[in-house]
């Protein structure tokens, strides 16, 4: 069975610019999370969708959105980039009633 | 607010021998679970053992285990037999499970290493 698939693995953008990362869950998984990473803060989390709906999220400003699809696969998008924006950003899929979350390996964003 | 404490930020032992990861949190809530998650220099986000709440005996996964202690909110990792490819950044982390839609809530990490 594939795991979580995250891409790209690394992006390199320019402050104001806007991003898309893209992940796709295990098979079956229909809850996707999102998780910030930096060594100055650990690891935050952003958001979770289930069945295309945001169902929680976290302390982060209006610039950080995300959207599911109906395969579940998950998009987050970071409008006007900052350099504090720079981070490894996780995703992570669930299966219902397993309480395990399975991770990818990641996108790398550095903001220049 | 959950918390996550993980009060060393660095540990070391002899290849082959026993290491034990602290860990404590803080919570008002009675069913929850806890995580290990191990991140090697790959960055991938590994699951090495998962502890329900509402269960007294102490999960194990081949050489890795835990001490829960529910009353003292306290979860240790206890690896065994220490091997190279343990060296990695280890994760402790606390989720209300479908309650919060699976949100975590994690410590700041302890980075193991191996000494060979």
């Known amino acids: 069975k594939a795991g979580v698939t995250q891409t790209p693995r690394y992006l390199i953008k320019t402050r104001g610019q806007q991003v898309t990362l893209s992940c796709s869950p295990i098979?079956?998984?229909?809850?996707v999370s999102w998780y910030q990473q930096t060594p100055g803060q650990g690891l935050q989390f952003l958001f979770e969708y289930f069945s295309e709906t945001q169902r929680n999220k976290g302390n982060f400003p209006g610039r950080f959105s995300g959207r599911q699809f109906s395969n579940s696969r998950s998009e987050m998008n970071v409008s006007t980039l900052e350099l504090g924006d720079s981070a490894l950003y996780l995703c992570?899929?669930?299966?219902?009633?397993?309480?395990?979350?399975?991770f990818g390996s990641g996108t790398q964003l550095s903001v220049l | 607010a959950q918390t996550v404490t993980q009060s060393q930020p660095e540990m070391s032992v002899q290849e082959a021998e026993t290491v034990t990861l602290s860990c404590t949190y803080d919570t008002s809530e009675s069913d929850y679970y806890l995580f290990w998650y191990k991140q090697p220099p790959s960055r991938q986000m590994i699951l090495v053992i998962r502890q329900e709440a509402y269960k007294q005996q102490n999960a194990t996964e081949n050489r890795f285990s835990v001490n829960f202690q529910k009353a003292a909110k306290s979860f240790s990792l206890k690896i065994s037999d220490s091997q190279l490819g343990d060296a990695a950044m280890y994760f402790c982390?606390?989720?209300?499970?479908?309650?919060?839609?699976?949100?975590?809530?994690w410590g700041a990490g302890t980075k193991l290493i191996i000494k060979p």
């Open positions: 098979s079956g998984h229909r809850s």
């Open positions: 992570a899929s669930t299966r219902t009633g397993t309480e395990k979350l399975f």
């Open positions: 982390a606390y989720t209300l499970g479908a309650d919060s839609n699976y949100q975590l809530i």
